[in-house]
């Protein structure tokens, strides 16, 4: 049936069409420049292609960006936007914004709802901005942000909310509506032509006479008389398509395309406006925010191109963000353009970095511009500038500096630094201060008036100290003297008495140990001896023995000092390994004073090291004694570290002990790690660690590292290792999910699982399956390799044994940890009873129309596997029309084209051996209804014709819901429907137009549609006239004609010659008067030196460089066919002022 014209408002037009894509950031208003393509808007907002622009960038973090929509006031619609997580070390961050600031977060609630799911098989994110009960004002430009770490993407996308569309029920008395806007209810004459709805058919062909082009040329009064003349019937819905003929002559005459209502550009980029004119030679003015532009340098460049005219602005910044006109005369074209500020993004990240108390930190990044802003934070709390200015900001160009001065143990934490583009982290670990103790206080031994001197030498020059006698603090005096000098402590006493002897001791301040040494006082007695006696060497300074050991750190200064006595004085030799030593200059020399000889190695090496004689001769005797010097080193460094296993924050190091250790036991190793883009080495352990691996800790699942390792003895720490090979921290994933059995056979079992909860930073290679006979631990693999499905069939097992198997999932780390079955299963097939599981939709009567397919599927269960049978009430299928197919599992019934005859109840069997079970499935196929019979007209009466008809005898095998009615004038043979949806065979059409001759016709409606044909009535009814004639009214013209009045006069005005002159005045006057301008009652209107204006009324007369003789009166006079008016004034000109004049 050919569908019937809607002549009534409210049809086809109402419905709104689906919003193309907003307009990428940097695209231009033209069409043909080549930088991007627009969707252009109407006034409405509504969009002009019907297509939506479905290209996304690929560049991008965005796998699917939100598209614009549109909706009705009251409905719900929803933004989706999918980001996937393969290339990134950290979770999206997802923000929505309305407009350019408004952030969407802090509106969540009843009418706005954001939402936020993760497919763990895909690794993908799926972000959602559902807007419930849309509101008018709910329209406009949106923004979609995602940043993860250092990466950023956003995209921009409009909702349009349309009004809401009536809904209420047909009102038939609503149709009998007044066309009077205001009067009452009772006032205006009666419109039924709501109640008409013309059709597609159009019997008769145009009428000679064009009914369109008198009523565009008629008068709104006269409207009736032409609709009653040439008989219109829906004079009201000509009017309106009229109207909207009219507003489309009211195009623009110096446009032929217009600037879009906006346009938005990245800051940096370059925009291009572009205006397609009527006239090739119109010059065009482009305004910004009212203020005309003008061409300044590079920044602004405009382009005439045939009919085109553009305007580039180059560069983009924000003062650009304003509104543009482009005007030609009197016409204007606006347009908004918002630039956005891009994202600044973090080049440089912030460095872990490790300090001990009271050191100076400096945190350092690097933007991408160098006026960002940036938020420092510890913790998630922002930092500021406090009183005590323990954090101190420093901006460099694009680097930005944190400084903390002095940092305390409660400054360790995770510092980061945010921008409008990313962040980055990093940590501060801060350790306390450990005092090293370089050089000891030793024993002494001295003589009487001799001076003593106690020396120790700490690490930390700030570090003051006391020193105490036998426990009493000892204070300074004449002859005690105590120094502190960088990090040397002395304590200095002069001329010993026998009453210094004793015990003394140094303590730092602040740390709990000290340093002690005893002070031995030798009383020399003088006898009267011989005067030759036998040389004797003292070493009780450093021992009782005649061979001692004198232990001196590599690089350190080694000084004996041997006391010796004999008379006469001895010669003194220093010999080793039978060399002997006799330089008194040099790295390694001697030399003998009174009653001492003295031995020195500058910077003592590793070579130095041995047993040296001193020997002692004068003419009484000999004496010999032997010093063992040993030089001790800080030990080599150890071997380059290995890497044995990874976890997810952690790795195990091993590395070879150093071949050398310094002469001094190992007493443990430092180790330190790096990330392997940095240059920052940090310290792992602060406490020497004894043995030989180590697990490190604290690392960022997913980043590259490298170890080494130092080796610390009693003297000190060793250089660093070599590097280790680069190494990532990965975590096995956790065990598989939810492993099950789904069927067993006789040598086969079929196992199925899910992906393991935590999967970490690297990618999932694939799953093992493993089994074991029970009371075993023989675990064999059931395949080679690994595969990468989460189901598995296992062949070849031996039948009746009882087995167990295990699952694991493998990565770069390793295998996780199994998943296994908590039973071990029977390999053996069990018997199950045929079932079958009637889906839920074909418990009813499976509906469809002829020439559809039927593709049933039936899922059953039951092992072995049963025969399946397909049975037409009672009778076996027909494989020609109807076709089956048969698995383990389900049955398909499938009919490629549908026929009437195959509607019916179909059974399915299912039996195995003795046991069967059935269902049953009934389908209808239905078709289109034949049409109604023997339409006829019973009674005519007024207005109103009574109709009668059968029913059809076709009801395309389906209940026949209605009747659709429909009349048509025999003048123009044009339909439109009475009734739709009818339910009787029977119904009275009402409100006809008397003098008209209708027929009728009748369609059937069933769930299907419409009848293919009408029934049309036999007869016509005609509706006779009542004999009204019509009396057009007289209407008298007004008369708008008035005399010239000047409103506003001109006035006298005095001005300097050299200067450009006017005289201003209004006048008003229908028609408009013509103006003359006189001086001292001469016409002036032909003369060069003056110009006359004339704009809405208001008359300007412009004097070009008057001088003294323009002086006088100025009358202006207006003339019409109802009067004239006249106005004068005086004029002063007065002679220029000289700077000569000005000194007379």
Same mark, same amino acid.
């Given at each position: 049936?050919?569908?019937?014209?809607?002549?009534?408002?409210?049809?086809?037009?109402?419905?709104?069409?689906?919003?193309?894509?907003?307009?990428?950031?940097?695209?231009?208003?033209?069409?043909?420049?080549?930088?991007?393509?627009?969707d252009?808007?109407?006034?409405?907002?509504?969009?002009?292609?019907?297509?939506?622009?479905?290209?996304?960038?690929?560049?991008?973090?965005?796998?699917?960006?939100?598209?614009?929509?549109?909706?009705t006031?009251?409905?719900?619609?929803?933004?989706?936007?999918?980001?996937?997580?393969?290339?990134?070390?950290?979770?999206?961050?997802?923000?929505?914004?309305?407009?350019?600031?408004?952030?969407?977060?802090?509106?969540?609630?009843?009418?706005?709802?954001?939402?936020?799911?993760?497919?763990?098989?895909t690794k993908?994110?799926?972000?959602?901005?559902?807007?419930?009960?849309?509101?008018?004002?709910?329209?406009?430009?949106?923004?979609?942000?995602?940043?993860?770490?250092?990466?950023?993407?956003?995209?921009?996308?409009?909702?349009?909310?349309?009004?809401?569309?009536?809904?209420?029920?047909?009102d038939?008395?609503?149709?009998f509506?007044?066309?009077?806007?205001?009067?009452?209810?009772?006032?205006?004459?009666?419109?039924?032509?709501?109640?008409?709805?013309k059709?597609?058919?159009?019997?008769?062909?145009?009428?000679?006479?064009?009914?369109?082009?008198?009523?565009?040329?008629?008068?709104?009064?006269?409207?009736?008389?032409?609709?009653?003349q040439?008989?219109?019937?829906?004079?009201?819905?000509?009017?309106?398509?009229?109207?909207?003929?009219?507003?489309?002559e009211?195009?623009?005459?110096?446009?032929?395309k217009?600037?879009?209502?906006?346009?938005?550009?990245?800051?940096?980029?370059?925009?291009?406006?572009?205006?397609?004119?009527?006239?090739?030679?119109?010059e065009v003015?482009?305004?910004?925010?009212?203020?005309?532009?003008?061409?300044?340098?590079?920044?602004?460049?405009?382009?005439?191109?045939g009919?085109?005219?553009?305007?580039?602005?180059?560069?983009?910044?924000?003062?650009?963000d304003?509104?543009?006109?482009?005007?030609?005369?009197?016409?204007?074209?606006?347009?908004e353009?918002?630039?956005?500020?891009p994202?600044?993004?973090?080049?440089?990240s912030?460095?872990d970095?490790?300090?001990?108390?009271g050191?100076?930190?400096?945190?350092?990044?690097?933007?991408?511009?160098?006026?960002?802003?940036?938020k420092?934070?510890?913790?998630?709390?922002?930092?500021?500038?406090d009183?005590?200015?323990?954090?101190?900001?420093?901006?460099?160009?694009?680097?930005?500096?944190?400084?903390?001065?002095?940092?305390?143990?409660?400054?360790?934490?995770?510092?980061t630094?945010?921008?409008?583009?990313?962040?980055?982290?990093?940590?501060?670990?801060?350790?306390?201060?450990?005092?090293?103790?370089?050089?000891?206080?030793a024993?002494?031994?001295?003589?009487?008036?001799?001076?003593a001197?106690?020396?120790?030498e700490?690490?930390d020059?700030?570090?003051?100290?006391?020193?105490?006698?036998?426990?009493?603090?000892?204070?300074?005096?004449?002859?005690?003297?105590?120094?502190?000098?960088?990090?040397i402590h002395?304590?200095?006493?002069?001329?010993v008495?026998?009453?210094?002897?004793?015990?003394?001791?140094?303590?730092?301040e602040?740390?709990?140990?000290?340093?002690?040494?005893?002070?031995?006082?030798?009383d020399?007695?003088?006898?009267?001896?011989?005067?030759?006696?036998?040389? =004797?060497?003292h070493?009780?300074?450093?021992?009782?023995s005649?061979?001692?050991?004198?232990i001196?750190?590599?690089?350190?200064?080694?000084?004996?000092?041997?006391?010796?006595?004999g008379?006469?004085?001895?010669?003194?030799?220093?010999?080793?390994?039978?060399?002997?030593?006799?330089?008194?200059?040099?790295?390694?020399?001697?030399?003998?004073?009174?009653?001492?000889?003295?031995?020195?190695?500058?910077?003592?090496?590793?070579?130095d090291?041995?047993?040296?004689?001193?020997?002692?001769?004068?003419?009484?005797?000999?004496?010999?004694?032997?010093?063992?010097?040993?030089?001790?080193?800080?030990?080599?460094p150890?071997?380059?570290?290995?890497?044995?296993?990874?976890?997810?924050?952690?790795?195990?190091?091993?590395?070879?002990?150093?071949?050398?250790?310094?002469?001094?036991?190992?007493?443990?190793?430092?180790?330190?790690?790096?990330?392997?883009?940095?240059?920052?080495?940090?310290?792992?352990?602060f406490?020497?660690?004894k043995?030989?691996?180590?697990?490190?800790?604290?690392?960022?699942?997913?980043?590259?590292?490298?170890?080494?390792?130092?080796?610390?003895?009693?003297?000190?720490?060793?250089?660093?290792?070599?590097?280790?090979q680069?190494?990532?921290?990965?975590?096995?994933?956790?065990e598989?999910?939810?492993?099950?059995?789904?069927d067993?056979?006789?040598?086969?079992?079929?196992?199925?699982w899910?992906?393991?909860?935590?999967?970490?930073?690297?990618?999932?290679q694939?799953?093992?399956?493993?089994?074991?006979?029970?009371?075993?631990?023989?675990?064999?693999?059931?395949?080679?390799?690994?595969?990468?499905?989460?189901?598995?069939?296992?062949?070849?097992?031996?039948?009746?044994?009882?087995?167990?198997?295990?699952?694991?999932?493998?990565?770069?780390?390793?295998p996780?940890?199994?998943?296994?079955?908590?039973?071990?299963?029977?390999?053996?097939?069990i018997?199950?009873?045929?079932?079958i599981w009637?889906p839920?939709?074909?418990?009813?009567?499976?509906?469809?129309?002829?020439?559809?397919?039927?593709?049933?599927?039936?899922?059953?269960?039951? =092992?072995?596997?049963p025969?399946?049978?397909w049975?037409?009430?009672?009778?076996?299928?027909?494989p020609?029309q109807?076709?089956?197919?048969?698995?383990?599992?389900d049955?398909?019934l499938?009919?490629r084209?549908?026929?009437?005859?195959?509607?019916?109840k179909?059974?399915?069997?299912?039996?195995?051996e003795?046991?069967?079970?059935?269902?049953?499935?009934?389908?209808?196929?239905?078709?289109?209804?034949?049409?109604p019979?023997?339409?006829?007209?019973?009674d005519?009466?007024?207005?109103?014709?009574a109709?009668?008809w059968?029913?059809?005898?076709?009801?395309?095998?389906?209940?026949?819901?209605?009747?659709?009615?429909?009349?048509?004038?025999?003048?123009?043979?044009?339909?439109?429907?009475?009734?739709?949806?009818?339910?009787?065979?029977?119904c009275?059409?009402?409100?006809?137009?008397?003098?008209?001759?209708?027929?009728?016709?009748?369609?059937?409606?069933?769930?299907?549609?419409?009848?293919?044909e009408?029934?049309?009535?036999?007869?016509?009814?005609?509706?006779?006239?009542?004999?009204?004639?019509?009396?057009?009214?007289?209407?008298?013209?007004?008369?708008?004609?008035?005399?010239?009045?000047?409103?506003?006069?001109?006035?006298?005005?005095?001005?300097?010659?050299?200067?450009?002159?006017?005289?201003?005045?209004?006048?008003r006057?229908?028609?408009?008067?013509?103006?003359?301008?006189?001086?001292?009652?001469?016409?002036?209107?032909?003369?060069?030196?003056?110009?006359?204006?004339?704009?809405?009324?208001?008359?300007?007369?412009?004097?070009?460089?008057?001088?003294?003789?323009?002086?006088?009166?100025?009358?202006?006079?207006?003339?019409?066919?109802?009067?004239?008016?006249?106005?004068?004034?005086?004029?002063?000109?007065?002679?220029?002022?000289t700077?000569?004049?000005?000194?007379?």
């Amino acid at each position: 049936m050919p569908e019937p014209k809607a002549e009534n408002a409210g049809t086809s037009e109402d419905k709104a069409s689906c919003a193309a894509a907003a307009p990428s950031a940097d695209s231009t208003p033209a069409d043909t420049a080549g930088d991007a393509q627009h969707d252009g808007t109407d006034a409405d907002g509504l969009p002009e292609s019907q297509h939506p622009d479905t290209r996304q960038d690929l560049t991008g973090l965005f796998l699917e960006k939100p598209v614009s929509g549109e909706v009705t006031v009251g409905e719900n619609i929803t933004f989706i936007s999918k980001v996937s997580t393969v290339n990134l070390l950290k979770k999206p961050t997802v923000r929505w914004f309305k407009g350019k600031w408004m952030d969407l977060a802090s509106k969540a609630g009843k009418h706005l709802q954001l939402k936020e799911t993760y497919d763990r098989n895909t690794k993908i994110f799926t972000f959602e901005m559902q807007i419930i009960g849309a509101k008018p004002n709910y329209a406009g430009a949106y923004r979609c942000e995602v940043s993860s770490r250092d990466k950023f993407d956003s995209c921009n996308f409009d909702l349009v909310v349309h009004e809401a569309r009536a809904t209420e029920e047909f009102d038939i008395r609503a149709a009998f509506r007044r066309t009077s806007i205001d009067g009452g209810e009772e006032a205006g004459e009666l419109d039924f032509s709501a109640l008409l709805k013309k059709s597609v058919v159009q019997v008769s062909t145009e009428p000679d006479v064009d009914v369109w082009e008198i009523l565009q040329k008629a008068k709104p009064n006269e409207y009736e008389k032409i609709a009653f003349q040439h008989g219109i019937t829906d004079l009201r819905g000509m009017l309106k398509r009229l109207k909207k003929m009219k507003k489309e002559e009211k195009k623009s005459a110096a446009f032929l395309k217009k600037l879009d209502p906006a346009y938005q550009v990245q800051k940096g980029q370059k925009m291009k406006f572009c205006v397609e004119v009527a006239n090739p030679d119109a010059e065009v003015k482009w305004l910004k925010n009212g203020q005309e532009i003008h061409p300044t340098g590079s920044k602004y460049i405009f382009e005439s191109v045939g009919n085109k005219r553009y305007l580039t602005i180059n560069n983009c910044s924000l003062s650009d963000d304003a509104a543009y006109t482009c005007v030609i005369g009197d016409e204007k074209c606006f347009s908004e353009l918002f630039v956005q500020e891009p994202p600044v993004l973090i080049l440089r990240s912030l460095e872990d970095q490790m300090a001990m108390t009271g050191q100076r930190v400096e945190f350092e990044c690097e933007v991408s511009d160098e006026g960002a802003q940036v938020k420092w934070e510890k913790d998630g709390v922002e930092l500021t500038r406090d009183e005590s200015f323990k954090y101190r900001f420093k901006k460099d160009g694009r680097k930005h500096f944190l400084i903390i001065n002095e940092v305390g143990k409660e400054d360790g934490g995770h510092y980061t630094v945010k921008t409008s583009g990313g962040e980055s982290m990093a940590e501060l670990m801060v350790q306390e201060k450990e005092l090293e103790i370089y050089q000891s206080i030793a024993d002494l031994t001295v003589k009487a008036k001799e001076q003593a001197v106690f020396k120790c030498e700490v690490s930390d020059e700030n570090v003051k100290g006391i020193w105490y006698k036998n426990g009493v603090e000892v204070k300074t005096d004449p002859r005690i003297k105590i120094t502190h000098i960088g990090r040397i402590h002395k304590l200095t006493i002069d001329d010993v008495k026998p009453e210094d002897e004793g015990d003394y001791t140094f303590i730092p301040e602040g740390y709990a140990f000290n340093l002690s040494a005893k002070l031995n006082f030798l009383d020399v007695k003088i006898d009267f001896v011989p005067r030759q006696n036998p040389p =004797k060497i003292h070493l009780d300074c450093i021992g009782h023995s005649a061979e001692s050991t004198i232990i001196v750190v590599a690089g350190n200064k080694l000084r004996l000092d041997v006391p010796i006595t004999g008379e006469p004085a001895p010669i003194v030799i220093w010999t080793k390994s039978d060399k002997v030593i006799s330089d008194t200059e040099g790295r390694v020399h001697v030399e003998t004073t009174k009653g001492n000889c003295i031995f020195t190695i500058e910077g003592a090496e590793r070579k130095d090291e041995g047993v040296y004689t001193v020997i002692v001769r004068n003419p009484a005797g000999e004496d010999t004694a032997n010093i063992n010097v040993k030089v001790v080193d800080v030990p080599d460094p150890p071997q380059a570290p290995r890497i044995l296993s990874v976890g997810e924050d952690s790795c195990i190091v091993q590395w070879d002990p150093p071949l050398f250790d310094g002469g001094q036991p190992i007493i443990g190793y430092v180790l330190e790690r790096k990330k392997k883009k940095s240059y920052r080495w940090m310290r792992v352990n602060f406490d020497p660690h004894k043995e030989l691996t180590y697990e490190a800790r604290r690392m960022i699942e997913g980043m590259l590292y490298e170890m080494r390792v130092l080796a610390v003895n009693a003297i000190g720490m060793s250089q660093p290792s070599a590097a280790s090979q680069p190494f990532m921290p990965i975590a096995p994933t956790s065990e598989p999910l939810g492993l099950s059995v789904e069927d067993i056979s006789d040598t086969t079992i079929s196992l199925k699982w899910k992906t393991p909860e935590h999967l970490g930073s690297s990618i999932l290679q694939g799953y093992g399956v493993e089994y074991c006979k029970e009371g075993t631990d023989e675990w064999m693999p059931a395949f080679e390799g690994l595969t990468e499905r989460t189901s598995v069939i296992v062949r070849d097992l031996p039948t009746g044994e009882k087995m167990k198997f295990r699952v694991r999932a493998y990565n770069e780390a390793g295998p996780s940890a199994p998943a296994t079955l908590a039973q071990p299963v029977t390999i053996r097939e069990i018997m199950q009873r045929p079932k079958i599981w009637v889906p839920r939709n074909l418990r009813q009567t499976v509906i469809k129309r002829v020439g559809e397919s039927v593709n049933l599927v039936i899922p059953f269960q039951g =092992k072995p596997r049963p025969k399946v049978t397909w049975t037409k009430e009672g009778e076996p299928v027909d494989p020609k029309q109807v076709n089956t197919r048969n698995s383990d599992t389900d049955t398909i019934l499938f009919i490629r084209k549908s026929e009437r005859k195959d509607s019916g109840k179909y059974e399915v069997h299912l039996q195995i051996e003795n046991v069967e079970d059935k269902a049953s499935i009934t389908i209808q196929i239905v078709d289109l209804p034949g049409p109604p019979e023997n339409v006829k007209i019973t009674d005519v009466w007024g207005f109103n014709v009574a109709l009668e008809w059968k029913s059809p005898k076709d009801d395309g095998n389906c209940e026949i819901t209605g009747y659709t009615i429909q009349k048509a004038d025999k003048k123009t043979m044009e339909w439109y429907t009475v009734y739709d949806q009818y339910r009787r065979t029977n119904c009275v059409v009402s409100d006809l137009i008397m003098g008209n001759e209708y027929v009728f016709r009748v369609y059937a409606i069933n769930m299907v549609g419409l009848s293919p044909e009408p029934c049309f009535s036999k007869d016509s009814a005609y509706i006779q006239k009542t004999g009204i004639m019509y009396k057009p009214p007289t209407y008298k013209d007004p008369d708008f004609s008035e005399a010239p009045k000047f409103t506003h006069p001109l006035v006298n005005r005095s001005v300097i010659a050299g200067y450009n002159a006017t005289l201003s005045c209004s006048v008003r006057g229908i028609p408009k008067p013509k103006v003359t301008w006189y001086k001292n009652k001469m016409d002036i209107s032909n003369e060069a030196k003056y110009r006359m204006f004339s704009k809405q009324g208001v008359l300007t007369l412009e004097i070009r460089k008057p001088c003294p003789f323009d002086g006088g009166v100025y009358t202006c006079k207006a003339v019409n066919d109802s009067g004239e008016d006249v106005v004068e004034c005086k004029l002063e000109v007065r002679p220029q002022i000289t700077k000569e004049d000005t000194k007379k």
